[in-house]
């Protein structure tokens, strides 16, 4: 009989190309010797056919024992076989029958199988392939040469597969067994198949051996993880081959390793794992953030404290982040954020564990800002918690006449506690407990806004480990594409309370707030406010009187500011006036502090407060008054707000026309000349169709407190002005928006104009949800015109 020992897919291999480091040019660091350059080998690509790995199937089975007799001859000869139909499965330690009767009643192990072969003779049955056995031969019929190959090239994988686990489960010589890791990548280099385990299990053998093999060398590390490098280019790194990896980074961070291997390796797993960020809970920065792997984020962690650890330190760090990016402005990996984000939220809170473990009777969050929890409320004998003065130290200060208290100070391996308190403080902070009132706001003023200074003191790992990773933060905020997803992610303040009470973390973290602050978009500023009511966010946190307020409440104008005009923000992120109840509800007291400092921003919050009419208590509107005009800024604003109040009423009072119509093409400049020449307080009826008016006349029309019917056919008016209407007037009744460019997010506003009983949204973005919304909130509505929209 013909024998052939090969497939159709050639032998013939690329010659390998050393590939640049992906972090572009670095000099190695010195006295990093390693008898070889540690460079990346290249994929070698096998050509022609390519298989699937076969893990079971149906094929036709015959097994031949060596002839001893004359007679057994006769019965074995190829005229006289018998084929079996049978479904084998390739286990991982043999080859099994489904059904085991017959030729295969029994299973045949891959260390009895002596050789694979493919084979052919004349005048039989095609497609066969053999096995060799002791005693015997084991003959397999596939149905055509496409099965017949792609069965013999899952059999000697399977069979080799098998003897490299028998091998490197008792390694005597390294140096043997180097070779043969060498020899395994290789084979799953070369190999015909196209499957996931085609190349995980290579990775899984050698991660076997590490972990089972702890009194390796350095030399021996660095050895393997070249020999496994190619493996790593399109695979990621099973669980205990990340501890090993991790490992090296910890101990030789300087290593060319890190950057030459270890490079792609993070970049594949941060292009293409998926992180959980449905939630942020302790349990996702504990490991469960990075989809089914989470040593995949230890391995990550550990590789960007090692580019931290070279010469250039975060500079390398930097280019790095600048790789995952692109070179483009949008980032072309939709995971990399996320992932980084999850990396470093989970290195900021290692920094703070031991704190956080010895947390069940710690401070709250609010305890912390508020410093108003008395000692006798909290069990103690706590190695870690925030501790306040006992009355014995009090009253040993009362008798010394002392203003201040003696700082208590908990001292533990890491961290170190310590309390301030201001006797004035604490009396009127002890004088409000069990009120329920909100506090007088001369009070509030006068109060120092920080009732506690908490300073926590790492360890110089941890220490190192925040700087770094909060520098990673402050990079991603840098990137215009990525921060509003950034944004997004940290809206709920995932970082531990301990974190946010540590005034270096908080300080360096105000760079990011910083820049969503002055962000423009909404989607960005937007999440500076908490995630849902009654939780703190950024805006709450770095107000005056927050607890990671440290500026005076610099960083909250210009949270309000956003780029210097209020406006922005009020109009893009909220309704004006819920925005200014919120303020005046919850921070009135540092919105005046800031005002009698000459803020800017602050001084116009409360000359829109009054008026809006905002605030309904007399003594409240006389101290805003009064704050007011303690600046030459506030005095001059306030002197515009009393002005135009006295133009509001004159022209209330004046009368006028009550319908008026702009002839077509006229403009905002038009409309705002036209309503400043005369007197339009009994205007009940304006068309503005067919004009070139945009939303910004909105600020003009809601100075008509008459309003009734309001034409905007075929204008610019969008979904901005359209907000602003709805917040002022409230009286109109017929509102025409056929073939304006309103959408979903301006109409949706007009469900608080109760009066409305006529709405054309012809051919407008009007959908069927919003319509059925509208039609549920506006009870007078009689007549609407939908036509050609989706609602239709």
């Not at 961070?253 to 792609?264: A, C, D, Q, W």
């Not at 990016?325 to 072309?332: L, V, Y």
């Not at 908990?410 to 310590?418: A, D, L, P, Y």
């Not at 009654?534 to 107000?543: A, E, P, V």
Request: charged share 20%; net charge neutral.
């Amino acid at each position: 009989m013909d024998r052939t020992g090969g497939s159709g897919g050639g032998s013939d291999r690329t010659q390998p190309e050393e590939s640049k480091p992906l972090l572009g040019e670095m000099s190695a660091p010195e006295g990093n010797k390693m008898g070889a350059a540690p460079c990346r080998r290249a994929l070698l690509h096998c050509n022609g056919m390519r298989y699937k790995l076969l893990q079971e199937g149906d094929i036709q089975v015959c097994v031949i024992r060596h002839p001893r007799t004359f007679l057994s001859k006769i019965l074995t000869s190829k005229f006289l076989r018998r084929w079996e139909p049978h479904h084998l499965t390739l286990a991982d330690n043999s080859v099994a029958s489904a059904t085991p009767t017959g030729y295969m009643e029994n299973s045949i192990s891959y260390s009895a199988i002596e050789d694979v072969q493919l084979l052919s003779w004349e005048n039989a049955p095609k497609y066969c392939l053999q096995l060799t056995i002791p005693g015997g031969t084991v003959l397999l019929q596939a149905a055509n040469s496409y099965l017949r190959d792609q069965w013999f090239h899952s059999l000697q994988w399977k069979k080799k597969i098998y003897k490299y686990k028998k091998v490197l489960s008792n390694p005597s010589r390294w140096e043997v067994v180097l070779k043969e890791i060498r020899t395994l990548v290789d084979m799953a280099l070369t190999s015909p198949l196209q499957d996931d385990s085609i190349h995980q299990a290579p990775l899984e053998i050698v991660s076997k051996l590490l972990s089972e093999n702890n009194n390796l060398t350095t030399q021996d590390h660095e050895s393997i993880i070249v020999a496994i490098a190619p493996l790593l280019e399109n695979n990621h790194p099973p669980p205990d081959l990340c501890e090993f990896f991790c490992k090296h980074c910890r101990e030789r961070p300087r290593s060319m390793v890190v950057i030459e291997v270890f490079t792609p390796v993070v970049q594949r797993i941060l292009k293409h794992n998926m992180a959980c960020f449905t939630v942020f809970t302790e349990s996702l920065l504990f490991g469960q953030d990075f989809g089914k792997c989470p040593r995949l984020r230890l391995f990550t962690q550990e590789y960007i404290l090692a580019l931290n650890e070279l010469n250039a330190g975060m500079e390398v760090v930097k280019k790095f982040i600048h790789s995952m990016h692109g070179p483009t402005g949008q980032c072309p990996h939709p995971r990399v954020l996320p992932n980084l984000v999850a990396v470093c939220l989970a290195a900021i809170y290692s920094c703070y564990e031991e704190f956080i473990n010895s947390r069940d009777n710690s401070p709250s969050l609010k305890e912390i800002r508020n410093g108003c929890q008395q000692q006798c409320d909290r069990k103690p004998n706590l190695p870690l918690r925030l501790l306040h003065t006992s009355p014995d130290l009090v009253s040993q200060e009362a008798t010394l006449t002392e203003s201040r208290l003696k700082p208590v100070i908990v001292t533990s391996n890491e961290i170190h506690v310590e309390v301030e308190r201001n006797n004035t403080a604490n009396q009127k902070m002890t004088a409000n407990v069990g009120n329920d009132s909100e506090p007088n706001l001369i009070d509030c003023l006068m109060v120092s806004p920080t009732c506690s200074t908490m300073s926590i003191e790492l360890s110089a790992q941890a220490d190192r480990i925040l700087g770094c990773y909060v520098e990673i933060l402050k990079m991603l905020s840098d990137y215009d594409d990525w921060r509003p997803a950034l944004a997004s992610l940290l809206q709920p303040i995932p970082f531990p309370k301990e974190a946010l009470a540590h005034e270096k973390f908080t300080k360096e973290l105000k760079y990011v707030i910083q820049r969503f602050a002055e962000d423009p978009r909404q989607e960005v500023h937007s999440c500076l406010l908490s995630v849902r009511a009654g939780k703190d966010g950024w805006f709450q946190l770095y107000s005056p009187g927050g607890v990671a307020c440290d500026d005076d409440g610099e960083l909250f104008a210009s949270m309000v500011r956003v780029c210097n005009n209020v406006h922005i923000l009020m109009g893009s992120c909220y309704k004006t006036k819920k925005f200014l109840l919120s303020l005046a509800e919850n921070k009135l007291g540092p919105c005046m502090l800031l005002a009698l400092r000459g803020n800017q921003t602050m001084v116009e919050i409360l000359c829109l407060m009054l008026e809006y009419n905002i605030i309904d208590n007399n003594d409240t509107q006389l101290q805003i008054i009064s704050t007011l005009e303690s600046t030459d800024v506030g005095k001059r604003m306030y002197e515009q707000l009393c002005d135009r109040q006295r133009e509001l009423k004159e022209l209330q009072r004046k009368g006028g026309p009550t319908r008026l119509t702009l002839p077509s093409k006229s403009t905002d400049a038009d409309l705002a000349r036209l309503l400043s020449s005369g007197s339009f307080g009994n205007l009940e009826n304006l068309s503005l169709a067919f004009t070139n008016v945009t939303s910004a006349c909105a600020e003009h029309l809601i100075k008509l407190p008459s309003l009734k019917q309001l034409n905007l056919w075929s204008t610019q008016f969008g979904d901005a002005g359209l907000r602003l209407l709805s917040e002022h007037l409230t009286m109109l009744q017929v509102l025409n928006l056929c073939e304006t460019p309103v959408t979903d997010a301006g109409l949706l506003a007009l469900s608080s104009m109760k009066s409305l009983c006529s709405l054309n949204m012809n051919s407008t973005k009007l959908s069927a949800d919003t319509y059925e919304d509208l039609k549920a909130k506006l009870p007078n509505l009689k007549e609407v015109d939908v036509r050609y929209t989706e609602a239709w």
